[in-house]
């Protein structure tokens, strides 16, 4: 028996299209580019074959954004860029405007609002290389990134500094079954160490601790699976990632450094170790090098040498 015809159109659910967020010069210039420059660090200008220009300006964030900052990044945004701005991969974010004479005055406004209450290692690391990140004075840009687990969600990054927890998640079971969806922290281990139990008559999970890599997935799904702890979390970091293939490949991070301590308030191993990297890649690194091509280029021993 064949079916009726149709005479309905599918609506599709689902995120709508970037390009409906993108400033209309950016969209009446899309793919038709013709130069862009720096005219100072923290700022891009796109001239397009049209002649069509867009300044873009760059402010850090300080990662974990309230949403009494993002009203603030948003009137910024309604007064300068016709309401137009884009957060980065790293979170930071970018305001596009056609007018030149708005750039001065925006920055003036950005950097009156100052930025507090990120993550402490994250906040640590950059309250030292701020002015590296101001001033744009390495030999090509350098991406950081931070990941709370060794699956490091933060991606392949020139250093990138990743938790390491050395002992399996510590479970309240008092409190497990009042806030956490047991389904989803079970999915959400990688290796399959997680599965359900019942516990003074409550319904809880336990770990099979042979499984357990310790990576920390858990702990997102779940805070009552702690898997933090002073002593027994420490930190890595890895070096030479490249998502682009700009010059040269894609590559994978190599780790450099482990076992740093946790050690809050400041994390200053973690800082040091960072600090010594870049101010050894800013010297030795040629123009458009990028780290991960330092590196190859020097070889390892003389990298660990001046670092």
């Known amino acids: 028996m064949s079916s009726p015809e149709r005479t309905w159109k599918t609506i599709e659910s689902g995120p709508h299209t970037y390009k409906e967020a993108l400033h209309p010069v950016v969209i009446n210039n899309y793919g038709k580019w013709k130069y862009h420059e720096i005219p100072r660090p923290g700022v891009l200008k796109h001239v397009g074959e049209s002649g069509d220009t867009l300044f873009t300006v760059r402010a850090g964030t300080p990662r974990q954004d309230t949403v009494d900052m993002v009203r603030q990044l948003c009137d910024i945004a309604d007064r300068y860029c016709d309401g137009h701005l884009r957060f980065t991969v790293r979170n930071n974010v970018e305001f596009l405007t056609p007018n030149g004479e708005n750039v001065e005055p925006m920055i003036r406004d950005l950097e009156a609002m100052g930025a507090t209450d990120a993550s402490g290692v994250v906040k640590s690391m950059m309250d030292t290389l701020y002015n590296e990140f101001k001033h744009m004075e390495m030999p090509n840009k350098v991406r950081l990134s931070t990941s709370c687990c060794s699956i490091n969600c933060g991606g392949q990054a020139d250093i990138a500094v990743v938790v390491k927890h050395t002992r399996p998640p510590r479970i309240n079971h008092d409190h497990l079954s009042m806030i956490c969806e047991l389904p989803k922290a079970v999915a959400r281990c990688p290796v399959a160490a997680i599965r359900p139990t019942v516990v003074n008559g409550k319904r809880s999970l336990m770990v099979d601790e042979a499984k357990c890599i310790c990576c ?5 799904a779940c805070p009552a699976m702690e898997i933090n702890h002073p002593e027994h979390s420490k930190f890595a970091i890895w070096v030479g990632g490249k998502n682009s293939n700009a010059r040269s ?20 191993e973690v800082t ?22 330092w590196i190859n280029r020097i070889g390892w021993k003389r990298f660990f040498e001046e670092t």
């Open 216 to 220: 920390g997935a858990c702990f997102g």
């Open 249 to 268: 490949k894609p590559s994978t991070m190599s780790i450099v450094a482990h076992n740093l301590p946790n050690n809050p308030p400041r994390w200053p």
């Open 272 to 293: 040091d170790a960072v600090g010594r990297i870049l101010t050894a890649y800013k010297a030795g690194g040629r123009p458009w090098e990028r780290v991960g091509e």
